[in-house]
């Protein structure tokens, strides 16, 4: 950087673009956006048709969170030089953060094409094949950016969270296990881990994972409504409402923790609690199908059959599955 701001304090016109775009990236590298911009607008005053500076540009806007003017700067930035492949793979990764799968997949495959020895590019292609429901797709795209050699934890849970996802608990525990070698504070794959052992009805070694999650991060939400779950298994349901009612804390607008916690009253028999749970879920998600189902349950158990029946029908108009 130092280099950068002496260039640009002597002058220098024929180096200047170059300079500010270089200190953009420093920026960018220490996470000062705002600064990186102000430098990429200097470098773009200086060489409009400075590709790299809209790529720079674009990253930083990209991690304000402003989606739409990075891809701006990424499509100036191909208009400019089409054969830049960071710059499909950065606005790859804007579509991803809106949402928009088809057009990040898109820009992947332009990526790839244009460098398929990116291992990262398999990797953002995967997890965007993930979030569209692709799993298959994304699963041989993050075998390829391992086999690329990309040794990143996150890719190993990616990847793990997919096995967990079809049942294939034991290559999911592998990939979770390997996650936490590279990473040993690495929350989401205790966690993951813990949901796999559960599967596999090892409920006291998937508490033990889910404990180390907590330790690891007291504000993981997701451990605490895990272990809520594994302690509802093992019928320890003080400690699993203990557990429900922290993750109610930290997520207050999460309807499924208050399925779960209803259910566990439900268990004990605290029918008036559960229903209240269960209205909760029910005023933050109206389409929840299980807290109409658990709900009607609790009516019936009630002796309000009525009710029941009508909150059971709804649930099965939402998920005909319910109850099956």
């Keep these: 950087m130092a280099g950068c701001t002496a260039v640009i304090q002597a002058g220098k016109t024929s180096e200047m673009a170059y300079a500010f775009t270089n200190r953009c990236g420093a920026y960018n590298r220490k996470g000062e956006y705002d600064r990186a911009i102000a430098d990429c607008d200097q470098a773009l005053k200086v060489d409009p048709s400075h590709a790299e500076a809209f790529v720079d540009r674009g990253i930083a806007y990209l991690s304000k969170g402003q989606y739409d003017r990075a891809i701006q700067d990424f499509d100036r930035a191909i208009q400019t030089n089409p054969k830049l492949d960071h710059a499909f793979s950065n606005r790859g990764l804007a579509y991803d953060f809106k949402r928009n799968y088809d057009h990040a997949i898109q820009d992947y495959n332009q990526a790839i094409q244009l460098n398929p020895s990116m291992a990262l590019y398999f990797a953002n292609r995967g997890n965007a094949y993930s979030r569209s429901g692709q799993n298959e797709p994304a699963l041989a795209d993050y075998d390829r950016a391992i086999t690329l050699g990309l040794n990143s934890p996150t890719t190993f849970y990616d990847r793990g969270f997919i096995y967990l996802n079809k049942g294939q608990t034991d290559r999911a ?16 794959s205790f966690n993951g881990r813990g949901v796999a052992y559960g599967s596999k009805g090892e409920i006291d070694r998937a508490i033990q994972e889910f404990d180390q999650a907590i330790k690891i991060d007291p504000n ?24 429900f009612d922290q993750a109610i804390k930290l997520g207050p607008t999460d309807a499924s923790a208050f399925v779960a916690r209803g259910e566990v009253y439900f ?36 002796g309000d059959k009525a009710g029941g029946d009508v909150d059971i029908a709804k649930a099965r108009q939402l998920d005909p599955r319910l109850g099956h």
């Design 173 to 188: 525990i592998q990939d979770f296990d390997q996650a936490i070698r590279l990473n040993p504070n690495d929350v989401n």
């Design 220 to 243: 993981s939400r997701d451990a605490f409504s895990n272990r809520g779950l594994a302690d509802a298994i093992k019928g320890q349901y003080d400690r699993a409402i203990q557990d």
């Design 267 to 302: 268990s004990k028999g605290e029918y008036d609690r559960a229903i209240q749970d269960f209205d909760q879920a029910i005023k933050l998600d109206p389409n929840f199908a299980p807290a109409f189902y658990h709900r009607g349950l609790a009516k019936q158990k009630k």
